[in-house]
């Protein structure tokens, strides 16, 4: 267990918080011959998981402290709104301020959702005085500049995914905020649904047995226009960066890096990868299968095969509410976490919770794993030959 002492080490150094919440777990199962679901089994946990583990924690939006956490958004797009309204169901969250290119979106914005500060430039943002912490919200070729622009300013960040274009761009931004002693976190919020947390438990725990097959798909149809986001080349458009990442991400938190990948992509029209399909393997042998598509619409779910069982995550799984547990000898067990709001109030929580224990990055979405995923992401365009053209 030399590994998971090291893994330790580390965390004790960074302050980082263990994942896992065994009081969570409040599964029984009938059956004499079953291993009850509270024993923690630490022998062959997967090296994702195996120190992310605390006996007594319960996720709540404000753990430590009541003080207000004023965030300042920057971009004004779909996505920046629906962080803002995720904000709006956390009382300790204040959204303060909003940064676009032009004064006239600023104020839109603004209106839209009561926000006292409305900067014409992302510049102005990152420097308002009052702002404790910035969303980075903008498209995927704009997040390694925009998050540099406010780590720069002195400002904790929260980038939205993919993190960056590439992984070149991650190590810079990662070594900005490191240098600068700043928190940074990539915006996956699928991993700080307390679902997420249930199943993270359920793997530690070796619920269904040894993991060894992770399939997941992300795919939806999409309208096709040349000039739109997801088709535009030069804005890091494809199924890749745009869900590919979730399952990518998956397979790393239940089975850490791959160590070998094969993986096929079709091309369309513009260049950007319309369809993904991917094969992972990782360090023990396990494998991850992929799928990701902007114009196809897929399952959207997750099943997690181990050797005594399975666990389904339900569509969508990328936004947990939803799984069931399947072991060998007793009834399925469907558990379920009713969303509030749009579910973004999550990673912001994770965000506050991190800041008020003084720590700099999150041990939901540990950057030096944000900088791995963004190297397998990279290695799988290079099988394909595609490349972004501000690469």
């Keep these: 267990m030399a590994w998971l002492r090291e893994r330790l080490a580390v965390e004790a150094k960074n302050q980082l918080k263990p994942l896992v919440s065994l009081t969570m777990i409040e599964l029984e199962f009938k059956g004499e011959d079953r291993e009850p679901l509270n024993v923690l089994r630490t022998e062959k946990l997967p090296p994702a ?5 605390r006996p007594e924690f319960e996720w709540s939006p404000a753990l430590t402290m009541n ?22 169901h956390l009382p300790d969250a204040r959204l303060l301020a909003i940064g676009s290119r032009t004064a006239a979106a600023a104020h839109a914005f603004g209106e839209q959702f009561a926000v006292p ?14 702002v404790d912490v910035i969303y980075v919200a903008t498209p995927h070729g704009c997040h390694g500049e925009n998050t540099l622009l406010a780590l720069a300013a002195g400002k904790p960040v929260l980038c939205e995914k993919p993190f960056t274009i590439n992984a070149r761009e991650a190590e810079q931004v990662i070594a900005l905020a490191r240098g600068k002693k700043l928190f940074l976190m990539e915006a996956m919020w699928t991993r700080c649904f307390p679902l997420m947390e249930k ?4 793997v530690a725990m070796r619920a269904i047995g040894e993991i060894r097959m992770l399939t997941a798909d992300f795919g939806f149809r999409a309208e096709y226009h040349e000039e739109a986001r997801l088709f535009d080349l030069a804005a890091g458009g494809g ?27 079709q091309l369309g029209r513009t260049g950007v990868d319309e369809e993904v399909a991917i094969i992972l393997t990782h360090a023990h042998g396990e494998l991850a299968l ?35 547990l399947t072991r060998e000898g007793v009834n399925d067990e469907r558990i379920t976490f009713p969303l509030t709001g749009n579910g973004y109030q999550y990673e912001a929580a994770e965000v506050m919770n ?21 190297k397998t992401l990279d290695a799988l365009r290079a099988q394909w030959g595609l490349k972004y053209p501000i690469e």
Excluded at 69 to 76: D, E, F, K, N, V
Excluded at 199 to 202: P, T, Y
Aim: with cysteine; hydrophobic share 50%.
């Design 199 to 202: 199943l993270r438990a359920l």
């Design 49 to 53: 998981l195996a120190s992310r583990i």
């Design 239 to 265: 199924a890749l960066l745009d869900v590919g990442v979730y399952p990518v991400s998956l397979a790393s938190m239940i089975f850490g890096p791959p160590t070998q990948m094969v993986s096929q992509a």
């Design 290 to 324: 992929l799928s990701a598509a902007i114009r196809l619409e897929s399952p959207q779910e997750a099943i997690l095969l181990g050797t005594t069982g399975r666990i389904r995550l339900h569509a969508p799984w990328w936004r947990p509410v939803a799984l069931t």
């Design 354 to 374: 991190c800041l008020r224990a003084g720590q700099l990055e999150s041990h939901l979405m540990p950057l030096d794993e944000t900088l791995a995923i963004m």
């Design 67 to 88: 003080n207000t956490i004023r965030w300042g958004i920057l971009g004004t797009g779909k996505i920046a709104r629906q962080f803002a309204a995720g904000l709006q």
């Design 117 to 130: 500060h409305r900067h014409a430039s992302y510049d102005a943002l990152v420097q308002d005085a009052d």
